[in-house]
């Protein structure tokens, strides 16, 4: 099991990023959507990933676009050098035309004042942006519906420096059993781009629509939370195999022996059923793991499943150790991952809450360094403020 660098002095909390398995699942997902290309999803700093790393190694097993949701987030590939097409799926306003121009993003566009923003600072740069315009089929969020797409794209098609480079829409439930509103959705896509065919790339598969459907891909599809280790739904993708990408772990910072009855944490919500070992574990909700998990989670130590016990406060939990013989302090503690035979995984800490995987992991905050692996290895740390060579 993998360790902070030894000169390395951070925090007892860190998440464990597999790039061998990044890489694996874009390779799978590729293989899957082919001959269509594959976007690289690395919004929300990569799911809570890690933006820069994720992209690289994306990119390398065959991405050939990224895909963010704002110009910051585009901003910050640029700056530590990433030079592939990155699509930018959400709304950019106007005022933000000339940095994504400079920067070499390709926006999506839902109004004419953003085309000509857009176009205005292409001129005045002497080049040309790429934009993407999305649908609207049924999401009922950030596209336009066809006959005033249709409009757009003829009017912005006119537009110097201005090229509209890819025709998109967002499945609104391709990830529930029945598939009907989906296939309905693409049918509108195709309609709309029978009408716009000087729209050379379209693209409206997700990671759902890669697994079920290979008619869908077109010329492009956009991965996210598959490329991270999890498919969509249990039914969806049985038969690929995915690696999980992300652990949180975190030391053990102290044991403590209570008594019969003693309680646990704030509110007295957990009394101690016999003579208890108490783990103290320097990771709660600031860091991402959920407020809610505390007297309903499990945690791994030394392969085993602990109960998480107590409220999850806001920078530390416990953990009832009692069962662990030898536990001592500096244990790791496994809050999402695997150790040995057993596994804590993203989807089993989502039915806790009650919401879905993406929110677990995508809610890994800043403050929790990423260690970055390759053949087991650390291959570099980043934490808050820096990075730090493996």
């Not at 190694?57 to 640029?78: F, K, M, T, W, Y």
């Not at 592939?84 to 306003?93: L, S």
């Not at 069962?323 to 302090?329: L, T, Y």
């Not at 989502?350 to 677990?360: K, N």
Request: charged share 20%.
């Amino acid at each position: 099991m993998p360790f902070p660098p030894a000169a390395w002095g951070g925090r007892p909390a860190w998440a464990e990023i597999d790039l061998d398995a990044v890489a694996h699942n874009v390779r799978v997902m590729a293989a899957r959507a082919a001959p269509a290309r594959l976007f690289a999803v690395v919004k929300a700093n990569a799911y809570g990933h890690g933006a820069v790393a994720v992209a690289r190694e994306a990119l390398a097993a065959g991405a050939s676009a990224l895909a963010v949701v704002c110009v910051d987030e585009g901003e910050e590939l640029r700056r530590a050098g990433v030079q592939a097409p990155i699509v930018v799926v959400g709304h950019t306003p106007p005022s933000d035309a000339a940095r994504a121009v400079a920067l070499g993003l390709e926006p999506t566009v839902a109004a004419f004042e953003l085309a000509e923003a857009l176009s205005r600072a292409a001129r005045a740069r002497g080049g040309e942006v790429r934009v993407h315009l999305e649908l609207e089929s049924g999401l009922n969020r950030h596209g336009l519906p066809p006959e005033a797409l249709v409009a757009l794209a003829e009017r912005a098609r006119e537009l110097p420096g201005l090229r509209v480079e890819g025709l998109f829409t967002h499945f609104a439930a391709a990830e529930e059993g029945d598939q009907r509103f989906t296939r309905g959705q693409f049918e509108v896509l195709r309609q709309v781009s029978a009408r716009l065919p000087w729209i050379p790339t379209r693209h409206c598969s997700a990671s759902a629509s890669v697994l079920l459907d290979r008619e869908m891909g077109l010329e492009a599809v956009r991965v996210g939370l598959a490329m991270y280790g999890y498919p969509p739904a249990p039914w969806v993708g049985a038969d690929a195999d995915l690696r999980p990408v992300l652990s949180l772990r975190a030391r053990l910072a102290r044991l403590l022996e209570v008594p019969k009855g003693a309680t646990v944490g704030y509110g007295r919500t957990w009394a101690a059923p016999r003579p208890s070992r108490i783990g103290l574990v320097m990771c709660g909700y600031a860091d991402g793991y959920r407020r809610s998990f505390g007297n309903r989670a499990h945690a791994l130590l030394r392969g085993r499943r602990v109960p998480v016990v107590g409220r999850v406060a806001m920078d530390m939990c416990m953990v009832d150790a009692t069962a662990v013989e030898g536990a001592a302090v500096g244990d790791p503690v496994t809050l999402l991952g695997r150790d040995g035979a057993e596994v804590v995984d993203a989807d089993e800490l989502a039915a806790l809450e009650g919401t879905i995987s993406w929110e677990i992991l995508a809610g890994v905050t800043a403050r929790v360094p990423r260690l970055y692996l390759r053949g087991g290895q650390v291959e570099a740390v980043t934490t808050l403020n820096e990075r730090v060579p493996g």
